[in-house]
T-cell receptor, first 115, second 111 residues
Framework: NAGVTQTPKFRVLKTGQSMTLLCAQDMNHEYMYWYRQDPGMGLRLIHYSVGEGTTAKGEVPDGYNVSRLKKQNFLLGLESAAPSQTSVYFC??????????????FGSGTRLTVV | GEDVEQSLFLSVREGDSSVINCTYTDSSSTYLYWYKQEPGAGLQLLTYIFSNMDMKQDQRLTVLLNKKDKHLSLRIADTQTGDSAIYFCAERTSGYSTLTFGKGTMLLVSP
């Protein structure tokens, strides 16, 4: 029972490099989300998806792109990393907005440092 | 837009009760959640309450909801050192697929 799996767990990038963070869920959830967590800022929504093939912008989408080609996977891309993108990134999934709603299931996070 | 506010820090002694408070602004919130984050880990759902309820109890956890004042609280009875963590309040508005989180309250439990 894996839940939500994020890879990699840690990464150091140089400014200008690109990378992709992978999120995989095995709960057949429709909705998936990418958040970043910074000290004193709480969790901020980057992008989210309400189904395979769909994506939407969140609160802080600039500098990031996402894709949801398969229902179980949600990819977060950084095309040209900047030091301001140093953060802990969390992926989450949920079953949707139905009445039996138990909120999100979170992955364990990816700690990214951009130098 | 929606806003969720929490106090940033709470310190208690082991065995005492802890009360973590949260206020929210969106009167159309349908579900309100409490998440726990231990150091180096993701967020774990602790409990949730539907907006037509005013109280929910789950073992040592009691959630109180005052819809009139848009105030949510989490009471942890007999707090243990293992309860030391960051606690996040979150709210979901009807028809929306995203949660709005507070900045989190760091709970420190001393022996």
């Amino acid at each position: 029972n894996a839940g939500v799996t994020q890879t990699p767990k840690f990464r150091v990038l140089k400014t200008g490099q690109s990378m992709t963070l992978l999120c995989a869920q095995d709960m057949n959830h429709e909705y998936m989300y990418w958040y970043r967590q910074d000290p004193g800022m709480g969790l901020r929504l980057i992008h989210y998806s309400v189904g395979e093939g769909t994506t939407a912008k969140g609160e802080v989408p600039d500098g990031y792109n996402v894709s949801r080609l398969k229902k179980q996977n949600f990819l977060l891309g950084l095309e040209s990393a900047a030091p301001s993108q140093t953060s802990v990134y969390f992926c989450a999934s949920s079953s949707g907005t139905g009445t039996a709603n138990y909120g999100y299931t979170f992955g364990s996070g990816t700690r990214l440092t951009v130098v | 837009g929606e806003d969720v506010e929490q106090s940033l820090f709470l310190s208690v002694r082991e065995g005492d009760s802890s009360v973590i408070n949260c206020t929210y602004t969106d009167s159309s919130s349908t579900y309100l959640y409490w998440y726990k984050q231990e150091p180096g880990a993701g967020l774990q759902l602790l409990t949730y309450i539907f907006s037509n309820m005013d109280m929910k109890q789950d073992q040592r956890l009691t959630v109180l909801l005052n819809k009139k004042d848009k105030h949510l609280s989490l009471r942890i009875a007999d707090t243990q050192t293992g309860d030391s963590a960051i606690y996040f309040c979150a709210e979901r508005t009807s028809g929306y697929s995203t949660l709005t989180f507070g900045k989190g309250t760091m709970l420190l439990v001393s022996p």
